[in-house]
Every structure is written in C-alpha cells, then in structure tokens.
C-alpha cells in the first residue's frame, strides 16, 4: 500500500542514514524530504509543511530535543518520530514527554521503521473520541460496554486494572511512558512501583503466558506498548 501524498522530512546529520531512509521508504510511496541540521529542519517545516518528521537527537547545530520542544510549543502537531543512537532511556522518556510520538533506535530495520512510521500516522487520522471496540488475537475490549474478553471468556478486571487498559488501548502500537500512565490513572500520586504490580495483574488475567506477554509489552526503562489490532 502507497502513500504517495505522505511527506517525511527526515533530519540527520549523516548522508549514510538519510540515504538509506530515502531509498526505504521511496520503495513504499512516501516522499522524503531531508535536513541535515536543526537550522535546516526549521526552514523545511515551515516551507514544505511535512506529514511526519524523523528527528536525529544528535543535531550538529542545536540538540534535537531543543528543536522538538520548539516545534511543540509552537503548536506544531505532525507525528515526530525519534531516530537516536543514544542508549540511556531518560533521553528516550524526555523525548517522549516532550512530545514525540514514537523513537526508534539506531541500528534500526526498516520494516519496524515502517512499522512505527504507520502507527504514529494513523493516530493523527483517527478522530476525537474511542473506537467502540478494539481486537488483537484472542483479546477483544469493548470500550463502551467495559467488558473484556479473551478467547470469547470474559475477564473481570479491577477498576485501576481497567483503566490502565482503556489507556493502552487508546494508544495501540505506540509506547507510553511510565510518567504518562501515573498522570492518566493515579494523576501523578503514586510511583512507578505501583504501576508496575498494577501491570502485572493485568498480564495475569489476559495473557496466556504472563512472563512472556503478547499483549501488554514493556519498553525497557520507558513505559509499555499494546500490540495493534489485527
């Protein structure tokens, strides 16, 4: 499936890596605009309007996560997709926090690329409100009536259970922050701790095997992601 009016405007300093997005995802109908710098980026935004922008943290000029809180507080509400070779995770949380919709770590390949790409593109399409029902393999949450199943037995879960759920659901496919979820469910006053048993009876009562979730997976350091429907 093309996408041939979908412009991404891909920042980084490195010919290699903007090459090689260009080539990736020219072959699946997106256009692809570049920058090689933060100076650059500003003018592309404001002159070619992109549909999503994959940002570089390393920027020779200005530090990514400058130029993505600029372009947030200015209103900004593209996708923005972070690419970064850094390893700690408070870099990734800050980013996420500052606004960025997914990251993707270097070395990356391009089918989850793409992936994350159509994920972050269909959350800025879907309108206003829930989705009545949602359904990935054996698990189905009905967001009107409250009730969720697996494998058609339904599943009683805790009020705070369900919350965290509905969340997750709101967002399939994209990773939530640890903070994010504190601030949805327990408005910021309790401590990761706390989410984490919380998530843990969650996997209990849905996944087939808890250890090892198909479901409800953790981004090491960062937060949690539910799987896509599908």
């Given at each position: 499936?093309?996408h041939?009016a979908?412009?991404i405007l891909v920042?980084?300093?490195?010919?290699?890596?903007?090459?090689?997005?260009?080539v990736g995802l020219?072959?699946?109908?997106?256009?692809i605009?570049e920058?090689?710098?933060g100076?650059?980026?500003i003018?592309a935004v404001?002159?070619?309007s992109p549909?999503?922008?994959?940002?570089d943290?390393g920027l020779?000029?200005?530090?990514?996560q400058?130029l993505l809180?600029?372009?947030?507080?200015?209103?900004?509400?593209v996708p923005?997709?972070i690419?970064?070779s850094?390893?700690?995770?408070?870099?990734i949380?800050e980013?996420?926090?500052?606004?960025?919709?997914?990251y993707v770590?270097?070395?990356?390949g391009m089918?989850?690329l793409?992936?994350?790409?159509?994920?972050?593109?269909?959350?800025r399409?879907?309108?206003?409100?829930?989705k009545?029902l949602?359904?990935?393999g054996?698990?189905?949450?009905?967001?009107v009536?409250?009730i969720?199943r697996?494998a058609e037995r339904e599943?009683?879960l805790?009020?705070k259970?369900y919350d965290?759920?509905?969340i997750l659901?709101?967002?399939a496919?994209?990773?939530?922050?640890h903070?994010?979820?504190l601030e949805?469910?327990?408005?910021?006053l309790?401590?990761?701790?706390?989410?984490r048993v919380?998530?843990?009876q969650?996997r209990?009562?849905?996944?087939?095997?808890p250890?090892q979730?198909?479901y409800i997976?953790?981004?090491t350091?960062v937060?949690?992601?539910?799987?896509?429907?599908?």
């Open positions: 499936m093309t041939p979908i412009r920042v980084d300093d490195e010919p290699p890596i903007r090459k090689l997005l260009r020219s072959t699946q109908g997106y256009q605009l920058a090689m710098n100076k650059t980026a003018e404001a002159a070619e549909d999503l922008i994959l940002l943290l020779p000029d200005m530090a990514g400058a809180q600029r372009w947030r507080g200015e209103g900004l509400t923005i997709v690419l970064s850094r390893t700690d995770e408070a870099g949380v980013a996420l926090e500052t606004g960025a919709d997914d770590a270097k070395p990356f089918n989850e793409a992936a994350r790409l159509r994920v972050a593109l269909r959350h399409l879907q309108s206003q409100g829930e009545p949602f359904q990935a054996d698990l189905q949450v009905d967001l009536r409250r969720v697996v599943v009683k805790s009020p259970e965290i759920l509905r659901v709101q967002h496919g994209k990773v939530l922050t903070r994010f979820l949805q469910v327990w408005d910021g309790t401590d990761v701790q706390y989410l919380y998530v843990r969650l209990q009562k849905i996944e087939a095997t250890d979730p198909r997976l953790t981004e350091g937060g949690y992601r539910l799987v896509e429907p599908g």
